[in-house]
């Protein structure tokens, strides 16, 4: 899988371990940036960089990256097709995914720990949408609201 990844200044040293993460389990990083974190950036661009690129069908998933993963994942929702959810935790990573057909995973460098952010790549990277009935239902519902208030 092709993975899209992005981070402010505050994102930043958790980028590195995350793309790691993300290579061991065997997918390839499409990496915009920032590449410090020294000098101070703003996250809507660089969450725009990754919604971006899952919208267009560049990459299937991304994963952006700031201080608390809110303001990444607000920003990374304003692009039609995208379904970012912030998760700090192994099971909203997997049911964002199986559940919601989570597309964009937000975190935040400063809430969670190195250790914590693997686990929460692997559980984001091993889950596929399940398809259900009742899942794809409120999926296609979730899509009717975007396409009335996307314009």
Known sequence: MKIAIGCDHAGFILKHVVTEQVKKRGHEIMDFGTDNAQTPVDYPDFAAKVAQAVAAGTVER?????????GASIAANKFKGVRAGLCHDTYSAAQGVAHDDMNILCMGSRVIGEALACSIIDSFVATVFSNEPRHLRRLNK??????????
């Open 62 to 70: 991304g994963i952006v990256l700031c201080g608390s993963g809110i």
């Open 142 to 151: 979730v899509k009717a609201l975007e396409a009335a208030n996307m314009k």
